[in-house]
């Protein structure tokens, strides 16, 4: 298995998750407050956590997904994560993702994680643009891709189907030279 290199910033530590983290990966994605406007809806077994860890892995190790836990510094114990996948290395092109425990949120910590990961995505892998996509309902996470420069680049309709009903998406996307961490 690859190991992805830990990063961190002021509040936060972002590292590779590991199997002590399942019960906080398990809460995370079980959590309806996250998942509300996740492209799946809240998990129901802790296998889920199971599986979802081993597709961390088997990404790492193949270099198409790089997924850290948001840690905050000096407490080891995943709150969230922050996601780098989809490369398209030829095009210097990848997608971001992110979550993070609704007990962290408003405090700016998910701004930092992103930004860190980021950062790594610019200067230590050379990408040169990163497409992010947020429900258009999703009023806290746009505004938080739009602070760090992204710019909305489009509206798919019924994106993603969920629990019998359809949900569009803002696609947005950052350029390099726009990043504002």
């Known amino acids: 298995m690859a190991t992805l290199p830990t990063l961190d910033s002021e509040r936060i530590v972002l590292r590779h998750p590991r199997g002590a983290d399942l019960d906080d990966l398990y809460a995370l994605f079980a959590s309806a407050d996250v998942t509300r406007y996740w492209s799946h809806g809240p998990w129901q077994a802790r296998h889920q956590a199971e599986t979802y860890l081993r597709d961390i892995h088997a990404g790492a190790a193949s270099g198409q997904l790089l997924q850290w836990a948001i840690t905050l510094r000096g407490d080891d114990r995943l709150i969230g994560t922050v996601t780098l996948y989809a490369f398209a290395r030829e095009h210097a092109r990848c997608e971001i993702g992110f979550a993070l425990q609704p007990a962290y949120w408003g405090q700016g910590l998910a701004r930092e994680a992103v930004a860190t990961a980021?950062?790594?995505?610019?200067?230590?892998?050379?990408?040169?643009?990163?497409?992010?996509?947020?429900?258009?309902?999703?009023?806290?996470?746009?505004r938080l891709l739009e602070s760090l420069g992204f710019k909305r680049e489009g509206h798919a309709r019924e994106r993603y189907r969920l629990g019998g009903s359809t949900q569009d998406s803002v696609l947005l996307g950052l350029l390099a030279r726009e990043f504002r961490p």
Do not use: F, K, V, Y
């Open 118 to 142: 980021l950062t790594h995505a610019i200067r230590g892998l050379g990408m040169q643009r990163i497409e992010a996509d947020a429900d258009p309902d999703n009023a806290a996470s746009l």
